[in-house]
């Protein structure tokens, strides 16, 4: 069982800046996959950024050029920065983790909110 805690969500204006963190209550060395999706109100959750073991990060094309994610494996955590944040980013942003044997694990969410 992984536990993944996120945090650094919150309200911004549009152009502005959150990091938001991820950390795992296991060795994120080990993962398959690590990344960050989001749910806007009523749409399908999505992704967001993805770290895969040995390979380059993935981005969602909306978010190519504003979003880094970068991990710290001493730390078991993953971090996601955003800026030029548009009202568009507004979701509820998660944690993901999948292990070689394919299970995910979720984190419980962290709101984002960029104002116009």
């Known amino acids: 069982q992984v536990q993944l805690v996120e945090s650094g969500g919150g309200l911004v204006q549009a152009g502005g800046s959150l990091r938001l963190a991820c950390t795992a209550s296991a060795s994120i060395f080990s993962a398959n996959a690590m990344g960050w999706y989001r749910q806007p109100p009523g749409k399908q959750r999505e992704l967001v950024a993805a770290?895969?073991?040995?390979?380059?990060?993935n981005y969602a094309d909306s978010v190519k050029g504003r979003f880094t994610i970068s991990r710290d494996t001493t730390k078991n955590t993953v971090w996601l920065q955003m800026n030029s944040l548009k009202p568009e980013d507004t979701a509820v942003y998660y944690c993901n983790y999948i292990t070689w044997g394919g299970t995910d694990y979720w984190g419980q969410g962290t709101q984002v909110t960029v104002s116009s």
């Open positions: 770290i895969i073991s040995g390979s380059s990060p």
